[in-house]
């Protein structure tokens, strides 16, 4: 084995392991910060598949604007006063559908012969990142702005509610 | 030298975890923090695709940024929905949501 690989076992299992966390806590404070740990996680994936720029916006974006966003709606519908099971009755059957999932993956993943793998993580610069992004996908990019700004608007519009209420 | 089976691996597992966790739980918070689970086992398949099989073009990078975007905008919207659904009905269990049902 080599250290690059040790390195990624290490990562993977702490990606694991806030993964976990998320769907097993029972105090959603908790599952929250596991979703962090998990995100963090997937940023050093990205870093070893030398992605270096989705890393910085998978902190950037994840591990700040959406995590905080996620315990802020926790604190205002007050999750953990509500009384009850937090997993439904359908539980079994729930953990027995994501283990067929996932055997069947792996094994998909395993049997499958990749053309055209290179072996190894090739990396992409973040200049040639940013030339096609204005360039082949400057629509889509234009598309995601809007669809951002859509979001934004709207979602002000639910959560401050009516006028006088 | 990670073979890619590695990366495609670990995103099944976060997702198969993201899949029990949208089923099992019961709130609606708890369920959204599945799906972004999920999404990113989604984003890591783009990404580790892009970089070992096609470098040349690394469509995948382009389209784990332009995810991760989405789910930026769906947070917030999802959030909004479920403070909504709490101040009007106090409730924040998908099950109770059930005002469809007569």
């Known amino acids: 084995m080599t250290y690059e690989e040790a390195i990624f076992y290490v990562i993977a299992a702490i990606t694991v392991a806030g993964g976990l966390g998320v769907v097993t806590a029972r105090n959603v404070i908790h599952s929250a910060l596991f979703l ?3 995100l963090l996680g997937v940023a050093a994936v990205y870093v070893l598949l030398a992605s270096e720029f989705l890393a910085i916006v998978q902190v950037l974006v994840y591990g700040g604007a959406v995590t905080i966003l996620i315990l802020f709606a926790m604190m205002l519908t007050r999750v953990r006063d509500i009384a009850g099971p937090i997993d439904g009755p ?15 993956t792996v094994l ?3 049997q499958t012969e ?4 290179t072996g190894e993580a090739t990396v992409v610069s973040i200049d040639q990142i940013g030339e096609v992004l204005f360039t082949t996908w400057a629509m889509p990019f234009e598309i995601a702005s809007l669809v951002l700004m859509v979001a934004l608007v709207s979602a002000i519009v639910l959560a401050r509610g009516e006028e006088g209420e | 030298m990670i073979p890619i089976d590695n990366f495609l691996v670990l995103s099944a597992i976060l997702f198969s975890l993201g899949m029990y966790g949208v089923l099992a739980r019961r709130n ?3 369920i959204l923090m599945s799906v972004e689970l999920m999404l990113q086992a989604v984003v890591i398949n783009f990404v580790a695709f ?7 073009t690394f469509t995948g990078i382009i389209f784990g940024i332009f995810v991760i975007v989405i789910a930026a905008a769906e947070v917030g919207l999802a959030l909004a929905i479920i403070l909504r659904l709490f101040r009007n009905r106090q409730i924040s269990n998908v099950d109770e949501a059930d005002l469809l049902k007569w």
């Open chain 1, 114 to 117: 990749w053309r055209g793998d």
């Open chain 1, 108 to 110: 998909a993943v395993t």
């Open chain 2, 50 to 56: 892009a970089v070992y099989l096609n470098p040349e």
């Open chain 1, 90 to 104: 359908q539980r079994p059957i729930a953990a027995l559908a994501a283990t067929v999932f996932l055997g069947t």
């Open chain 2, 28 to 30: 609606a918070v708890l």
């Open chain 1, 36 to 38: 962090i740990l998990a």
